[in-house]
């Protein structure tokens, strides 16, 4: 049951994430982008000037853990960037496109209050294999 529980507030608050990011000019592609071994994409999108995003959504209810910009270890950022090159065959995304990894980091302000969004654009490079 806990597995299910915290699928199900991840889609919270990347349905979150994609309104946030779609109120600013990103189309959405695709979401949970998995790949057989590397890994999952949250959010694939293309903003306004055409630059295709490989989004990372993290939510983080207190700072006690960390803030949520804090969350993405470089281990998960080659998981994402293989992941991306997946995303790049599967949507035949040419070479020469732009690209970019963001974080959309979520943090909570209690209940009342609208959780802090902090959208990271660029926010690590491309890790190839090796």
Not at 37 to 53: F, K, L, N, Q
Not at 59 to 67: D, E, H, I, L, V
Not at 82 to 111: M, T
């Amino acid at each position: 049951m806990e597995r299910k529980y915290n699928r199900s507030k991840g889609n919270k608050w990347e349905d979150y994430a994609c309104s946030y990011l779609r109120e600013r000019g990103v189309f959405i592609k695709d979401r949970n982008v998995k790949t057989y071994r590397s890994g999952e994409i949250d959010i694939v999108g293309i903003d306004e000037d055409g630059i295709w995003i490989f989004a990372e959504v993290k939510y983080r209810s207190s700072k006690a853990a960390g803030s949520a910009q804090e969350a993405v270890s470089f281990h998960k950022q080659q998981s994402i960037c293989r992941a991306a090159d997946f995303c790049r065959l599967k949507y035949h995304i040419p070479v020469s496109a732009g690209i970019r990894f963001d974080v959309i980091a979520i943090n909570g302000r209690g209940r009342l209050a609208e959780p802090e969004v902090n959208w990271i654009r660029n926010a690590f490079a491309y890790i190839g294999k090796g």
